[in-house]
Protein backbone atom coordinates (compact mmCIF):
# COMPACT_ATOMS: atom_id res chain seq x y z
CA UNK A 1 0.00 0.00 0.00
CA UNK A 2 1.23 3.29 -0.75
CA UNK A 3 2.49 6.00 1.74
CA UNK A 4 0.00 8.54 -0.19
CA UNK A 5 -2.93 6.98 1.29
CA UNK A 6 -1.12 6.33 5.08
CA UNK A 7 -3.01 9.71 5.89
CA UNK A 8 -6.17 7.80 5.24
CA UNK A 9 -6.18 4.81 7.31
CA UNK A 10 -7.20 4.95 10.99
CA UNK A 11 -4.67 6.68 13.82
CA UNK A 12 -2.27 3.82 14.91
CA UNK A 13 -2.74 1.44 11.57
CA UNK A 14 0.09 -0.17 10.26
CA UNK A 15 0.80 -2.50 6.89
CA UNK A 16 3.42 -4.96 5.37
CA UNK A 17 3.24 -6.79 2.85
CA UNK A 18 1.78 -10.03 3.21
CA UNK A 19 3.23 -13.30 2.73
CA UNK A 20 1.48 -15.68 0.48
CA UNK A 21 2.55 -18.88 -0.57
CA UNK A 22 0.33 -19.53 -3.57
CA UNK A 23 -2.37 -17.43 -3.43
CA UNK A 24 -4.82 -16.05 -1.31
CA UNK A 25 -9.02 -16.19 -1.05
CA UNK A 26 -11.46 -13.56 0.35
CA UNK A 27 -12.63 -16.28 3.87
CA UNK A 28 -14.90 -13.98 5.39
CA UNK A 29 -17.31 -10.95 4.12
CA UNK A 30 -20.57 -8.86 5.40
CA UNK A 31 -22.97 -9.04 3.15
CA UNK A 32 -25.18 -6.50 5.22
CA UNK A 33 -22.90 -3.53 3.91
CA UNK A 34 -23.76 -1.41 1.27
CA UNK A 35 -20.46 -2.53 -0.93
CA UNK A 36 -21.67 -6.38 -0.77
CA UNK A 37 -25.32 -6.26 -0.25
CA UNK A 38 -26.04 -7.22 -4.30
CA UNK A 39 -24.26 -10.38 -3.53
CA UNK A 40 -25.86 -11.62 -0.68
CA UNK A 41 -28.24 -13.80 -2.87
CA UNK A 42 -26.53 -17.30 -2.55
CA UNK A 43 -26.51 -17.25 -6.25
CA UNK A 44 -23.44 -14.20 -6.27
CA UNK A 45 -22.18 -14.96 -2.44
CA UNK A 46 -19.23 -17.87 -3.75
CA UNK A 47 -15.86 -15.59 -3.97
CA UNK A 48 -13.58 -18.06 -4.12
CA UNK A 49 -13.03 -17.97 -7.71
CA UNK A 50 -11.24 -14.74 -7.07
CA UNK A 51 -7.51 -15.52 -6.17
CA UNK A 52 -5.35 -13.09 -4.64
CA UNK A 53 -1.36 -13.23 -5.26
CA UNK A 54 -0.37 -10.36 -3.15
CA UNK A 55 -2.13 -7.73 -0.74
CA UNK A 56 -1.23 -5.90 2.34
CA UNK A 57 -1.35 -7.08 5.87
CA UNK A 58 -3.38 -4.52 8.06
CA UNK A 59 -3.31 -4.48 11.71
CA UNK A 60 -5.68 -1.81 13.08
CA UNK A 61 -5.58 0.22 16.63
CA UNK A 62 -8.12 -1.41 18.76
CA UNK A 63 -8.59 1.89 20.04
CA UNK A 64 -10.20 2.55 17.16
CA UNK A 65 -12.98 -0.09 16.59
CA UNK A 66 -15.64 2.17 17.10
CA UNK A 67 -14.74 3.92 13.70
CA UNK A 68 -13.42 1.21 11.37
CA UNK A 69 -15.73 -1.66 10.02
CA UNK A 70 -14.09 -4.71 8.25
CA UNK A 71 -16.11 -5.67 5.50
CA UNK A 72 -14.04 -8.89 4.74
CA UNK A 73 -11.54 -10.59 5.63
CA UNK A 74 -8.82 -12.81 3.72
CA UNK A 75 -8.84 -16.73 4.87
CA UNK A 76 -6.20 -15.30 6.48
CA UNK A 77 -7.74 -13.34 9.03
CA UNK A 78 -6.28 -10.03 7.85
CA UNK A 79 -8.36 -7.07 6.97
CA UNK A 80 -9.32 -7.26 3.16
CA UNK A 81 -11.55 -4.41 3.15
CA UNK A 82 -12.60 -2.28 5.32
CA UNK A 83 -14.64 1.23 5.90
CA UNK A 84 -12.74 4.11 8.05
CA UNK A 85 -15.14 7.72 9.70
CA UNK A 86 -12.76 9.83 8.70
CA UNK A 87 -12.51 12.94 11.79
CA UNK A 88 -12.13 15.51 8.74
CA UNK A 89 -15.65 13.97 7.15
CA UNK A 90 -16.69 11.58 4.61
CA UNK A 91 -15.91 7.87 4.38
CA UNK A 92 -12.86 5.85 3.70
CA UNK A 93 -12.91 2.28 1.56
CA UNK A 94 -9.81 0.80 1.36
CA UNK A 95 -8.99 -2.14 -0.72
CA UNK A 96 -5.90 -4.00 1.12
CA UNK A 97 -5.07 -5.84 -2.66
CA UNK A 98 -5.37 -4.31 -6.13
CA UNK A 99 -7.33 -4.96 -9.06
CA UNK A 100 -3.89 -5.38 -11.23
CA UNK A 101 -3.14 -9.35 -12.30
CA UNK A 102 0.10 -8.71 -10.05
CA UNK A 103 -1.72 -8.34 -7.08
CA UNK A 104 -5.37 -10.46 -7.65
CA UNK A 105 -7.39 -11.55 -10.34
CA UNK A 106 -10.49 -9.17 -9.05
CA UNK A 107 -10.89 -7.03 -12.07
CA UNK A 108 -11.34 -10.27 -14.38
CA UNK A 109 -14.23 -11.26 -12.18
CA UNK A 110 -17.98 -10.62 -12.90
CA UNK A 111 -17.89 -9.48 -9.28
CA UNK A 112 -15.78 -6.45 -9.98
CA UNK A 113 -18.60 -3.77 -11.94
CA UNK A 114 -20.76 -3.95 -9.52
CA UNK A 115 -18.48 -3.38 -6.32
CA UNK A 116 -17.11 -0.42 -8.49
CA UNK A 117 -20.59 0.77 -9.45
CA UNK A 118 -21.65 0.38 -5.73
CA UNK A 119 -18.35 1.94 -5.00
CA UNK A 120 -20.17 5.38 -7.14
CA UNK A 121 -23.59 5.45 -5.50
CA UNK A 122 -21.59 5.40 -2.00
CA UNK A 123 -20.16 8.34 -3.24
CA UNK A 124 -22.64 10.03 -5.02
CA UNK A 125 -26.04 8.74 -3.86
CA UNK A 126 -28.36 8.24 -6.22
CA UNK A 127 -32.29 9.70 -6.35
CA UNK A 128 -34.94 7.82 -6.12
CA UNK A 129 -36.35 10.64 -8.31
CA UNK A 130 -38.71 13.70 -6.96
CA UNK A 131 -41.62 14.56 -5.26
CA UNK A 132 -44.35 17.94 -6.22
CA UNK A 133 -45.73 18.81 -2.40
CA UNK A 134 -46.80 22.44 -2.15
CA UNK A 135 -46.09 25.12 1.21
CA UNK A 136 -48.00 23.82 4.55
CA UNK A 137 -47.76 20.11 3.15
CA UNK A 138 -46.84 17.20 6.35
CA UNK A 139 -44.65 14.75 5.30
CA UNK A 140 -43.48 11.73 7.10
CA UNK A 141 -39.46 11.36 6.58
CA UNK A 142 -39.46 8.07 8.04
CA UNK A 143 -41.90 6.32 6.32
CA UNK A 144 -40.46 8.44 2.25
CA UNK A 145 -36.58 7.61 3.27
CA UNK A 146 -37.98 3.62 4.19
CA UNK A 147 -36.27 3.84 8.05
CA UNK A 148 -35.62 5.78 10.63
CA UNK A 149 -32.50 7.21 10.00
CA UNK A 150 -33.21 10.40 7.59
CA UNK A 151 -31.64 13.82 7.13
CA UNK A 152 -33.66 16.65 5.41
CA UNK A 153 -31.58 19.61 4.26
CA UNK A 154 -33.84 22.99 3.53
CA UNK A 155 -33.59 24.60 0.46
CA UNK A 156 -30.95 26.82 1.55
CA UNK A 157 -28.70 23.65 2.08
CA UNK A 158 -28.94 24.06 6.18
CA UNK A 159 -30.50 21.08 8.24
CA UNK A 160 -34.28 21.00 8.99
CA UNK A 161 -34.66 20.74 12.92
CA UNK A 162 -36.49 18.25 14.07
CA UNK A 163 -39.98 19.46 15.50
CA UNK A 164 -41.80 15.83 16.47
CA UNK A 165 -45.49 15.68 16.38
CA UNK A 166 -46.84 13.67 19.50
CA UNK A 167 -50.05 12.27 19.09
CA UNK A 168 -52.56 12.06 22.18
CA UNK A 169 -54.10 8.92 23.03
CA UNK A 170 -57.44 7.80 22.68
CA UNK A 171 -59.64 7.74 25.93
CA UNK A 172 -62.50 6.16 24.37
CA UNK A 173 -60.80 2.72 23.84
CA UNK A 174 -59.32 0.78 26.70
CA UNK A 175 -57.48 -1.63 24.97
CA UNK A 176 -53.59 -1.44 26.60
CA UNK A 177 -52.37 -2.30 22.78
CA UNK A 178 -53.83 0.60 21.45
CA UNK A 179 -53.02 2.75 23.97
CA UNK A 180 -49.58 1.80 23.51
CA UNK A 181 -49.72 2.84 19.62
CA UNK A 182 -51.34 5.89 19.86
CA UNK A 183 -48.99 7.32 22.55
CA UNK A 184 -46.35 6.99 19.85
CA UNK A 185 -44.87 9.76 18.53
CA UNK A 186 -45.03 10.75 15.14
CA UNK A 187 -42.07 12.28 13.57
CA UNK A 188 -44.18 14.82 10.78
CA UNK A 189 -42.26 17.50 8.72
CA UNK A 190 -44.48 20.58 7.80
CA UNK A 191 -42.54 21.82 4.50
CA UNK A 192 -42.94 25.64 5.55
CA UNK A 193 -41.20 27.30 2.34
CA UNK A 194 -40.77 26.95 -1.42
CA UNK A 195 -37.24 25.59 -3.29
CA UNK A 196 -35.74 21.75 -4.03
CA UNK A 197 -35.84 19.68 0.04
CA UNK A 198 -33.77 17.07 -0.11
CA UNK A 199 -34.76 13.80 2.15
CA UNK A 200 -31.04 11.50 2.72
CA UNK A 201 -31.38 7.98 4.12
CA UNK A 202 -29.17 4.71 4.22
CA UNK A 203 -29.69 1.76 3.53
CA UNK A 204 -28.59 -1.95 2.35
CA UNK A 205 -28.16 -0.79 -1.19
CA UNK A 206 -26.50 2.17 0.24
CA UNK A 207 -26.89 6.14 0.37
CA UNK A 208 -29.87 7.37 -1.09
CA UNK A 209 -31.96 10.43 -1.51
CA UNK A 210 -35.23 11.76 -2.59
CA UNK A 211 -36.01 15.62 -4.08
CA UNK A 212 -38.65 17.07 -2.69
CA UNK A 213 -40.00 20.08 -5.06
CA UNK A 214 -42.41 22.57 -2.79
CA UNK A 215 -44.39 25.12 -4.58
CA UNK A 216 -47.29 27.55 -3.51
CA UNK A 217 -50.58 26.52 -3.53
CA UNK A 218 -52.12 26.31 -6.74
CA UNK A 219 -54.98 28.91 -5.24
CA UNK A 220 -52.07 31.89 -4.83
CA UNK A 221 -52.33 31.98 -8.48
CA UNK A 222 -56.08 32.82 -8.98
CA UNK A 223 -56.61 36.01 -10.30
CA UNK A 224 -60.20 36.28 -10.77
CA UNK A 225 -61.85 38.51 -8.63
CA UNK A 226 -63.28 37.88 -5.57
CA UNK A 227 -67.14 38.32 -5.24
CA UNK A 228 -68.34 41.83 -3.57
CA UNK A 229 -69.88 40.38 -0.60
CA UNK A 230 -67.19 38.23 0.22
CA UNK A 231 -64.72 41.41 0.41
CA UNK A 232 -67.75 42.98 2.46
CA UNK A 233 -67.76 40.39 4.45
CA UNK A 234 -64.50 40.47 5.56
CA UNK A 235 -64.53 43.81 6.95
CA UNK A 236 -63.17 45.66 3.76
CA UNK A 237 -64.07 49.26 2.90
CA UNK A 238 -67.86 50.59 2.47
CA UNK A 239 -67.45 51.18 -0.47
CA UNK A 240 -67.99 47.94 -1.56
CA UNK A 241 -71.54 48.34 -1.08
CA UNK A 242 -71.66 50.78 -3.82
CA UNK A 243 -70.19 48.67 -6.36
CA UNK A 244 -72.01 46.21 -5.30
CA UNK A 245 -75.41 47.67 -6.22
CA UNK A 246 -74.01 49.25 -9.20
CA UNK A 247 -73.12 45.84 -10.07
CA UNK A 248 -76.70 44.64 -9.13
CA UNK A 249 -78.32 47.47 -11.05
CA UNK A 250 -76.62 46.27 -14.48
CA UNK A 251 -78.05 43.20 -14.34
CA UNK A 252 -81.87 44.19 -13.70
CA UNK A 253 -83.15 43.83 -17.28
CA UNK A 254 -85.29 47.15 -17.16
CA UNK A 255 -82.34 49.25 -16.50
CA UNK A 256 -80.37 47.42 -18.93
CA UNK A 257 -83.20 48.10 -22.03
CA UNK A 258 -82.66 51.92 -21.42
CA UNK A 259 -78.78 52.07 -21.41
CA UNK A 260 -79.34 50.19 -24.87
CA UNK A 261 -81.46 52.92 -25.89
CA UNK A 262 -79.10 55.77 -24.80
CA UNK A 263 -76.20 53.84 -26.73
CA UNK A 264 -78.52 53.42 -29.75
CA UNK A 265 -79.68 57.07 -29.24
CA UNK A 266 -76.20 58.32 -28.74
CA UNK A 267 -75.20 56.60 -32.09
CA UNK A 268 -78.38 58.26 -33.68
CA UNK A 269 -76.95 61.81 -33.22
CA UNK A 270 -73.73 60.77 -34.37
CA UNK A 271 -75.22 59.85 -38.16
CA UNK A 272 -77.35 63.01 -38.04
CA UNK A 273 -73.93 65.60 -37.74
CA UNK A 274 -72.50 63.52 -40.61
CA UNK A 275 -75.63 63.91 -42.80
CA UNK A 276 -75.18 67.37 -41.91
CA UNK A 277 -71.67 67.57 -43.22
CA UNK A 278 -72.40 66.02 -46.35
CA UNK A 279 -75.19 67.85 -47.36
CA UNK A 280 -73.00 71.32 -46.28
CA UNK A 281 -70.15 69.66 -48.33
CA UNK A 282 -73.26 69.74 -51.67
CA UNK A 283 -74.55 73.45 -51.06
CA UNK A 284 -70.52 74.34 -50.78
CA UNK A 285 -70.34 72.81 -54.18
CA UNK A 286 -73.40 73.92 -55.70
CA UNK A 287 -72.37 77.78 -54.44
CA UNK A 288 -69.03 76.88 -55.74
CA UNK A 289 -70.19 75.70 -59.61
CA UNK A 290 -72.56 78.53 -59.65
CA UNK A 291 -69.39 81.71 -58.93
CA UNK A 292 -67.57 79.85 -61.98
CA UNK A 293 -70.44 79.60 -64.19
CA UNK A 294 -71.29 83.26 -63.99
CA UNK A 295 -67.31 84.48 -64.57
CA UNK A 296 -67.25 82.34 -67.63
CA UNK A 297 -70.36 83.99 -69.06
CA UNK A 298 -68.69 87.60 -69.39
CA UNK A 299 -65.65 86.04 -71.14
CA UNK A 300 -67.57 84.71 -73.92
CA UNK A 301 -69.56 88.20 -74.10
Not at 79 to 102: C, D, F, I, K
Not at 149 to 163: E, F, H, K, M, V
Not at 199 to 224: D, I, K, M
Request: negative net charge; aromatic residues 6%.
Amino acid sequence: MAESVKSLLPPGSTFSDADVKDYAMLGQIDFSSPLFATFADARFSDFSSIRFRHYRKLTLDEKQADAVRVVARFDSGSPAVLEYSHPTGGRVVVLATGWHPNDSQWALSTRFPPMIQRLVQMANPRHRGHQLLEVGNRINPAELAGNDAWTLTRPNGTPYALDPVTVAPDTKTDAPAKEAETTAAITSVILDQPGRWTLSSENNEGPQSVSLLVTVAASESRTEPLPAGQLQALGMSPDIAIVRDASQASEDPAIAAQLDAAELESRQKFWRWLLLAGLACLALEGIVSYAIENRQQPELA
